[in-house]
């Protein structure tokens, strides 16, 4: 498994690629300002099934780069996929001190998500892709199509913006506090050899959930 790094932006976004016998599942996609897929090309030839945490826009930027995403059943994903603007979340942080000097205004004004089709996922469905099993477990909190995805072979937790070292947004209008309480319980039931988080530190381990619940 790999974790693939974004670093020019305020919080490092990360995109991880496993690998399967068969097949690889990305999860996420990072914020489109790079072609992904030049970096993943380096690592396999395996077909790509992409698997969404939420729909932000720094999580689904190269998204229309492949023909098999799939995300949470929602209106928010589905108005989002579908818009070729960034949600007005993200306006206010395309703010030249938010990014590190190697982007350019020109770059961060001319951000976008280009539109992309997705597969619509319910708390019913798991995926097996290759020999690896992902458990999906609706998470909302930070947004309100926020998926963890739960590999059960390896017993790893794929938290997205749910669970990273630094502070999570909580604050934005769609989030839900009380929602992302009771989505942290859930997730404390689950047996986890680690997490991997949507930004800042690739790997933790489950102590953290319960640093956050305390
Ligand atoms: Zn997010």
């Not at 996420?28 to 690592?43: A, C, E, K, P, Y």
């Not at 108005?79 to 960034?86: D, G, H, I, Q």
């Amino acid at each position: 498994m790999f974790a693939i790094r974004e670093p020019l932006h305020f919080e490092d976004v990360i995109s991880y690629l496993f690998l399967s016998d068969k097949e690889a599942a990305l999860i996420d996609t990072g914020m489109g300002f790079f072609n992904i897929n030049d970096i993943i090309s380096d690592l396999t030839d395996l077909p790509i099934t992409v698997l969404n945490t939420h729909s932000h826009s720094d999580h689904v930027g190269s998204n229309s780069e492949f023909d098999k995403v799939y995300g949470w059943e929602h209106d928010v994903s589905l108005k989002r996929s579908a818009n070729t603007t960034l949600d007005p979340l993200f306006l206010e942080l395309k703010d030249k001190k938010m990014f590190p000097d190697e982007i350019t205004a020109s770059e961060i004004e001319g951000w976008f998500i280009k539109p992309y089709s997705f597969i619509a996922l319910n708390e019913t469905n798991s995926l097996t892709i290759g020999d690896l099993k992902f458990k999906i477990i609706h998470s909302p909190g930070h947004s309100p199509d926020g998926i963890c995805f739960y590999e059960t072979n390896s017993k790893t937790l794929i938290a997205g913006d749910n669970l990273y070292m630094g502070p999570i947004f909580l604050q934005l209008e769609e989030s839900n506090l009380k929602d992302y309480i009771e989505s942290l319980k859930n997730l404390n039931d689950l047996d986890i050899n680690l997490i991997l988080g949507g930004h800042n530190e690739a790997f933790f381990d489950k102590t953290y959930i319960n640093e956050i619940i305390d």
